[in-house]
C-alpha cells in the first residue's frame, strides 16, 4: 500500500477531528469507560482512575455492532470474551488486571450504540441517586465525537471532556495503529461525518449539535470519492 499525499492528510484530518481530543479537568466527578473493539479504552481508563482524576468509574457497553471484534482482539491476547458484554469484559479486565477497585466501578450493559451508552448511563445513575457535575469519556478515537454529543444531549448540566486513549495516525504506507485493519478503519471515520447530521437535532435528535468545519467536510468528500466502497450507509 502506498497512498497519495493528500489522501495521507484527509485521514489525519478527519482522524484528529473524529477523536476531538480537550484539555482534561484536574479532578471530575465521574471517568466513563464506554465499550468498543478497543480493549485499550480499559486500560486508559484504569490510567485516569489511578491517577485520580475521578473517585468512581461507569463503564457502559451491551452488545453491539463492534463486539465482535473486541472478542477477536482478546482471542488474541488469550482471554475468552465471546457472547459477553463489552462492559462486562471492561469491567472484569479494570478489576482483574488493573487493579481498579470494584466497588468504585458501575457497569450498564444493555446499551448497544453511542446514544444509547448516554440514555442508559443516565437512567443507570439516576436511579442511584448521583448527578454528576462533570465526567471524562473515554472512547474509541473514531466515535469519540459522536459520543461527546450523545452525552451532551442526555447530561445537558454537566461538563463532559474527552479522553480517547490515543489519535490515530496515517502514514503513506497505512495505518500505524493496532485495533482495526485499514479498512474497518476506513469504515469507521467515514461513516461519522454522515451520522452527525442524521442523529443531530435536525435528524433523529439523538445527538447534541456537531459543527463540522469546511475544511474537514471536503477532507471527507476527498476521502469518500477515493474509497466510496468503505462509506457506510446510516441506518436509522
Known sequence: MQLEPQTVEDLNLLARFLAAPNQLPTQADLIVVLGSALPVNATYGAQLFHVGLAPMVLISGGIGHSTPS???????????????????????????????????????????????????????????????????LVQDPTMQRRTHASFQKSFPEANVFNAPPFIPTVTPSGLENEGWSFDRFLELILGEIPRFSAYGPQGQDYIAQVNVPPAVHMAWQRLSETFPEHVRPVTL
Open 70 to 136: 473486541l472478542w477477536a482482539n482478546l482471542e488474541e491476547e488469550g482471554i475468552e470474551g465471546e457472547d459477553r458484554a463489552e462492559a462486562d469484559i471492561f469491567h472484569d479486565l479494570m478489576v482483574g488486571r488493573y487493579r481498579v477497585p470494584a466497588e468504585r466501578i458501575m457497569v450498564e450493559s444493555i446499551s448497544t450504540n453511542c446514544g444509547s451508552n448516554a440514555v442508559q448511563s443516565k437512567i443507570l445513575l439516576e436511579r442511584i441517586g448521583l448527578q454528576p457535575q462533570s465526567m471524562i
